[in-house]
């Protein structure tokens, strides 16, 4: 069973760009987070989506959003980026919406110039 | 608000020493309680969780008790080894708001390393 795929694993952008990054969950999996980790915070809630509904979110600015397909794939958007952007940002699947184990992808690196 | 503290380290031990990182919270409703693995240049792997208070997870000889007395979730293995090695995050998750598992809350994370 494929585990959870994110895309691409290392980002480049400048200043005021966009970016978009996407995750595939576990085959059968409906809920999809995402968290961004930098070494001063830590690792951050940026939000949850399941059956394409967005649940919860985190304490983040509205750059940050996000969406979930039909078929459980999310991407995630930051526009008008800002150095502080720069971070490794984790997508986790798990299969409902419960205390199930969550299954964490390898990251997209992203760096802002 | 919720939240999650640890040692951060590093923390350096010898191989088959016994290993303590301590984790304590706070949090509003009932949360259940994690610790996540990461090794270099990988996600997180759920170590072991629990549920309730009293509850002790384990897995791959790592323990944890929940002591709701104390709010702490401090991590244990007896003999480490080098293959433990990695960055180590004990987690929250508070069921309270609205029900259901709501996003994790982290701690920084405490780095360790073994040596042989």
């Known amino acids: 069973k494929a585990g959870v795929t994110q895309t691409p694993r290392y980002l480049i952008k400048t200043r005021g760009q966009q970016v978009t990054l996407s995750c595939s969950p576990i085959s059968g999996h409906r809920s999809v987070s995402w968290y961004q980790q930098t070494p001063g915070q830590g690792l951050q809630f940026l939000f949850e989506?399941?059956?394409?509904?967005?649940?919860n979110k985190g304490n983040f600015p509205g750059r940050f959003s996000g969406r979930q397909f039909s078929n459980s794939r999310s991407e995630m958007n930051v526009s008008t980026l800002e150095l502080g952007d720069s971070a490794l940002y984790l997508c986790?699947?798990?299969?409902?919406?419960?205390?199930?184990?969550?299954?964490f992808g390898s990251g997209t690196q992203l760096s802002v110039l | 608000g919720n939240s999650v503290t640890q040692m951060e380290g590093p923390v350096t031990l010898s191989e088959e020493a016994f290993l303590t990182i301590n984790c304590t919270y706070t949090?509003?409703?009932?949360?259940?309680l994690f610790w996540y693995v990461q090794y270099p240049g990988e996600g997180l792997q759920l170590l072991l969780k629990?549920?309730?208070?009293?509850d002790k997870g384990s897995n791959k000889g790592f323990e944890a008790t929940y002591r709701k007395e104390t709010t702490s979730f401090h991590l244990e293995k007896g003999s480490v080894q080098v293959s433990d090695s990695a960055v180590y995050f004990c987690?929250?998750?508070?069921?309270?708001?609205?029900?259901?598992?709501?996003?994790?809350?982290f701690g920084k994370g405490t780095h360790l390393i073994i040596q042989p």
């Open positions: 986790a699947s798990r299969a409902g919406t419960g205390l199930e184990k969550l299954f």
């Open positions: 989506y399941f059956s394409e509904t967005q649940r």
């Open positions: 987690a929250l998750s508070d069921r309270s708001l609205g029900g259901g598992a709501d996003g994790l809350t």
């Open positions: 629990a549920t309730k208070a009293d």
């Open positions: 949090a509003t409703g009932y949360p259940s």
